[in-house]
Each structure stands twice: as C-alpha cells, then as structure tokens.
C-alpha cells in the first residue's frame, strides 16, 4: 500500500479542484415540496458509498442504481469513499428522486463534471435506471414549486415529467432523457430542450356520473345538492334504501364548476404527490370528486402512513368527498373528518413533527335513518330497537352534525306521479346556474360562502341587518344554536346568488332554514 | 296454612282459597276504611312496607285486609311476607334490613330523598292523593309527585301511542293535546319518546296543564332525554308522579305499573298511534278495566303503526277519533277560547296552507299541486312553521296545526 502515491493517483488523472460537491434537489412533505441540498465527499478509504440525511430504504436503493447507472454511461465510479449527505439532515426523506443529483454530484466530485456555473442554479429530480435513463417520479410538480420557491430558477426532470413541472410559472423546466444528457447540459456541452411554458386551458371536461334526468322526483334532495355545490355547503340526505340517494349524490360530479387556475394547480400537485396525475395533462381541470367505499381506513382517508400520503380528503381539497352509506364508516375515521370541516387541512402527527395537508371539500353524506333501513317508513316496518336504531344515528357525533349546513330528510313518493321524472331539469341546467352562482361568489368575496370566515358575511356582502333580524327571530323560534346560524347564513346567501340576487332576503333565509334538520324528539 | 286461615278471618269468606289471584285482586280496597285509620301513626308504615320488595298494591291491599292497619302489619314482622301473592328471593333480608333501621327512619329518609328531588310522598290517607286512582282497584298505596297535585284534581285525559311516531302520530297527538288543554282538560301522559312527549309539549305550550308518570324514580327521569320537558311539566303547573321511592337502587323502568297508573288518572285514555303489540294497548286494555272511556285515531290501513288503533275501533273497544273538537265534545268539555293572531299572509302563502288543511302533504306533492319550485315552496314552508301553522314533526310531510285550522275558514281561503 503506498497511500502517498495513491493520492497523488486521484488528483492526476481527474485533475480535482474540489473533493466537495452540492448538487440541488426537492423532497416531498405531505404534499409540499421542500428544497434538499444533496452534497457529495469523495475521500480516501476504503471504497465505500454511504448516504446519510435520515435517508429511506428508497434512498438507499439509489446507491445500486447510481453506481449501474454510472457505469453505463460511460462514467466512472471513483474507487474511494464516498459520502453523501441529504441536507437538511435531519428531515426524513424517501423516494427515488434523489438518484440524479446523487449521481451528478458524485461527478463533480470526482472532478468527471468539472464545469460547475451551471450546477449552482439548477437543481435536479429524477429517477436513475441501471442504463443512465432519467425516470419521471411522483410528486414532481410539488418539487418544482419548491425549488422554484428556493430561488433556483431551472430544473432538470425526466422527459415525461417536463410537462408537470412547467405548470410552475417562471421555471426553466429542462427534460432530459438519460444521465448523460444531463450531464452534457450541465456542462455546457449540449443544451438540453426548454419546456414550453404550460399554458392553463379550459378543456371540456369528460362527464363522470350520471345526470340529473335519470332521477326521479326528490325535487327537495336536488335542490340542496344544487345548493350544497354552488356554496361549497355540506349535505346530508337521510331516507330508506333505494330512494335514489347515491344516484343524485353520483350526479354531483357533472354539476361542480371546473377548478379555478390557481385551484387547478393547488390541487393538481396533490394528485402529483399522490401519483394520480395523468402526465399527458397534468393540470386538473374538473373538481375532484372523491366516493372511497365504507371499509376505507381513518389513514387512507385523512392520509398518514409511515410515507404521509394524501387521504381521501386531501385528494377531495376544492371539490366533492362523497360517504355513501356514511354511518357504515369506522367511527374513528368519521371523527377524523372533524379537523378537516373545521378546518380546511389535515395535520398528521408523526415522530418528527406535524404535517399538514390541505383538505378543504365539500361532505356530501348518505344514509339510512336505521340499520334496517326502514325507519320512518309507512309502507314497511322498522325491526331495529330503539335504542339500536339512536345509537345507529349518534355514529354522526355531534361536532360532525353541527357541520352539515343542509338536512334533507327524503321519502318515498305518495302517489306515482310525485316520482314522475317527466319535466325534471337536466345536469346541464342546473350546472350553469351553479356556475353563475360561484362566479358572483368569487367576485364579491374570492371564496365560496361557506368558506367566509365568522363576521364577514356583513351588509357589504348583501346581508343587511334585515336579514340578520330575521335569522336571529327564526333561530329563537327553531332553538337553533349560534353555530347553526351562523352557518345558515352561509346557505342564505348561496340561494340568493343561485337566484342572481345581490341582497340576501326574506325567503332566501327561510328557504336556508328549510334545510336545518330536524331536531331529534 | 296461617295464611288461608288468617285471609279468612277478615271476612273474604266470599273469595274461597284457590281462586284466581284476578278475581282477588278486584276484592282490592272493599272492606277496608280508610277513614278509620290514624294517618300520623299509618304514614311511616306505610312507607317502610311499601319498599318491601314484592309488596305491589295487591300484596298492600292484603296486608291491610289481614293486619287492619300497616302498624300491626310491620309489626308481624317477616310474617307479613307470607300474605304476599309472589315473594321475591330479596323480600326477607330487605325487611330485615328496614326493621333495623325502623319505619320512623325510613320514612324520613324517603321523605328527604323525595324532597331533595323536588317532591312529596303521597299516601293513600292524604287529601292531596289523587282521587281518580280509588278506581284502580287495587291502588298505589304510596306515590311520589312533584308539582301541583291540583293539576290531577281537574279532569284529566291520557294521550298515549307509540315511540316510534310518524309525523301523522305526532300531529295528531299535537292538535288534541292543544285542543284539550286549551279547554282545560289536563293531559295525562307517560313521558316517553314520540307520542307521548308530543302530548306533554304541545298542552303545555298551548298553556295548558300536563302530568307524567314516570316508570322511574322522580330522581331518575326516564327516558333522560325527557328531564328538560318533565321540567317544564312542573314549572307550568302540571306535575310528574312515580309509584318509585326515589334514593333506591337503580332498577328497571316498571312500564306496566306506569300504564295502569296513566289509565287510572284520566277520565278517558286516548291511543293516537300504535302497532300491533304496542304498550299504549295494554294502558287501553288497563282504561277498559277500569270503565275508564278509550279512543283511538284510525289511521290508513296501510299503516304499520296505526295497526294497533285501527283494530281497537273495528273491534268496538274504542270510540274512532274523528276530530279534536268531536272528541272534546265527546269528553263534556267546553272548547276553550285562544289568541288566534291572524298574521297576514301572501297568496302564495295561503295558497300552500290552503292545499295542506285539505292534506297534509310533503314538499315533492306540494310541487305537483301548486306551479312553485322547489326553492320557494321550502321557504314558504318555513315561514308558516315559523309563525306556527305548519308542523313537519322532523319528517318529510307537513301537518296545519291546530292555529292553522281556527284561521282557516276566517281567513277564506276558499278560492
């Protein structure tokens, strides 16, 4: 062994200025990005390659890749120890999008890449295969954002990938298609393609339930689904089986406006994280409309895991979460639901901190009065107890009731022609009048109704102190609680921008009340 | 066997050994004069004896037949169990238990028990004791009661039916209840969900009295839910009662003594909504028992829960209900006079309470009788129930209420 000699071996034949190298990088927590800085220390020893930063198992994996990968582009893999940190250390980090900056900083650091200007302002994300091609992974518009935030104004990404990233406004997104590609570019050799800037379009939306012409009558059910989606209100319907409830509660996919822009990309890079995201368009157009079945787990619905994913309810963030059957859900999960109504997000406790994840939808609910189903009915007897059928009720704890701004209570139709659905309006129509309504909303205020925080919805917002002393008379005489008020308010002024009307009126607010529920005798 | 012997003595020799417990039951209270006995001296015994488990009216009765007085039966010590119709495993040791603390002590611990939970204890040698019980035969020799036993003192009438009412039971109960108490008739009723707290609520909001009994202690509101509205009975006048001595241990409501007791008090037992196998039958079955008048309210005969109603009628054991205002008559009472506020209303308005007095009807064949959509009709709705003329009883379908109906010849609608 001749270390001396040894040394000098590795300064002469790569010429190394510097041992150190730092390439850039983004990691995913929950669904937003955080910038990584992925820095390389090529050093004497025993050959060794070493990651450290709380690294996962998927960031561990990346040292057979990289080391393939290398090879096979026709690099080298220094015979040295190398150890690479994933600052900041002390953030747990998974996935495989740390394969290229791990690989171009152990080049730079073994003086392979030895033009560097270029590295200092891009940062890179990319799964490496054992051939050096550059793999698009999950989450990559979050990552862009982040880095884009960072003050690192370009991004190298896989080809496929390109797209999804662009939606970053200003970003330099760069598609490449293997390891040497992108290492050509960073060194100035051979530039690689510029992303066209993603432009925002409006595209017909494909319809993804059924329309409102196939149910019939429940004109009461229809009109607080168009109310509970033109303000953004949560609706629950009540009424014995096979009344029509899931139908109607299915129509509401075709009846949600499409997502604003900022919307769309809000929610599109949750879809990215969760790795949802169609990659021929990766902007989402139509309003999430989210229907998990009742055997669903509390963490696949509000997210969580050891890898925080987004739940059901981050992926239902500005649209639909639709509970068929909703007291046949595990109680804990329903109760983890509180957080998010309340709150617009959900926050998962982990070891290492909290995470928060925006979960703001709008709660359609379903079910039936009692476990048989028949409770209330004429036509056919109840044969849960009593006190079966109440505690089959109280599964809807009291803070999640409070919560529901709209109660309708849903019958079998008396006679034949109550069911009739002759003359009943198409999707299409009652669509464009939720539209219009949402449009009034975002121009007065910038939200939905039921978003407006305590003590906003004032005269300026056409809720005159009229109304608020008819609210307040009608509360008393239905021994409401402030907080059912307060939020029938909210549906009051949704009815009257459903109805083009500017100041909220008399009958708006009584029509709100209609929906108050019953209390329970 | 002392027992036959000693029953023998005090001259049931009318009722030969052997013969049904029923027919001896009605033997009840004959014979035995109250009037003679030293109600200072009787209270306490009668107290003590009555927490002797076992010991129901019949078993009191007895006692009373054998010893002449509770004294003397107390007295006698566990050889008072032997006179009893069924002895139960814990009657002995109980006794025991009360021996040793004595009846005077007994009593008074009730006595603050009862207090504490803001009543009395009435025996059957008070004043206050309610009359209209001598019928049930034999009667509750002790009763706890909170409130003004004045309220039993009128006539009174029980509004009974079942716990799982539509919004048809609810109405009815709602409009007779009101239309009784508004002409002074008290409502008797047994504090349970549905019918009977719709009864409760509507006589007191109409102004009206209203008395509960409970199948559970007076500290121990049943069903819970209810201890807000047993709160009201009280506070409006009206009054709760319980055969239970309050302080004891928990045990099960006793819903069959409730009914007996319910049927007992009221002149006439009305059944406004009942299954097949419901307990409001068994308070009918109790009423006929004791010559008490029953009604019942027909209902469709496609209806479950009208069955039990509609076979009392069609088997002549009740009088149908045709109205409120039939059945008032039918009672003797006067109809009583109320503020009817005519509140003006719109056309469009009077036009949907117009349609409802004709049929009660829900919103979806509201909209096939009237060319209003949906939004409006909801909030034309809601207007009348605010103004209270229009009641959904938390179901689908909308009732007039009884205000809705006085107002609604005046008013002319009739276009």
Known sequence: MRPATHHQDLRLPSKVVRVLAETLSASIMGVEGLPVRVEVDVAFGLPALTIVGLAGSQVQEARERVRSALRNSGFEVPARRITINLSPADLPKDGTGYDLPIAVGILAASGQLREVERLRDTALVGELGLDGAVRPVPGTMALAAASFAAGIPSLIVSGGAMGEAATVAGLRVHGAASLGDAVAHLAGVRDLAVAEPFLVRSDATARRGPDLAEVAGQALARRGLEIALAGHHNLALCGPPGIGKTLLLRCAADLAPPLEDDEAIEVSRIYSVAGLLDRRSPLLRARPFRAPHHTISTQALVGGGPRVRPGEASLAHRGILLLDETLQFRSDALDALREPLEGGSVTIARVDGALTMPARFTLLAAFNPCPCGWRGSRQRACICEDATARRYLARLSGPLRDRIDLWVTMAQPASVTAGRSDGVEPSEAVAARIRRAWRRQLRRQGMANADLPPGVLDAAHGFSAAADGILAQRGRRFRMSPRRMHRASRVARTIADLAGEDEVGREHIDEALSYRGAVDA | MIGVGARGAVGQAEVPAGTSERRFEHGGWTGIDLATLDREAEAPHWIAISLVPGVGPVGFARLLRRFGNARNAWAAGPALLETLPRVPEDAAPALARLRREGAGRVASRVAAATRRSGGQILTALDA????????????????????????????????????????????????????????????????????????????????????????????????????????????????????LAPGAAPGKPDFARRNRIIAALARGVVVVEAPDRSGALLTAAAAIDYGREVFAVPGPIDAIGSRGCNRLIADHQATIVTSAAALLHRIGAQPGSQPVSVTSLSDAEAMVLHRLLQRPASIEELIGQTDMSTGPLAGTLTLLEARGLVESYGGATFHPTLAARRIGRPVGLDR
Do not use: F, K, N, W
Not at chain 2, 137 to 149: F, I, S, T
Not at chain 2, 161 to 172: H, I, K, L, P
């Open chain 2, 128 to 243: 206050d004791y309610p009359a209209a019980l001598s019928a049930a035969d034999p009667r509750p020799p002790v009763l706890y009661l909170a409130g003004d036993p004045a309220s039993m003192a009128r006539p009174c009438v029980a509004i009974v039916g079942t716990r799982r009412a539509s919004g048809y039971g609810r109405s009815c109960a709602a409009e007779i209840a009101e239309e009784l108490a508004r002409a002074g008739v008290t409502i008797v009723s047994g504090l349970a969900i549905g019918i009977d707290a719709q009864a409760h609520l509507a006589a007191v909001e109409a102004g009206g009295l209203s008395v509960a009994v409970l199948p559970s202690p007076l500290d121990r509101i049943y069903p819970p839910r209810h201890r807000e509205l047993a709160a009201r009975l009280v506070a409006t006048g009206g009054a709760l009662i319980s055969e």
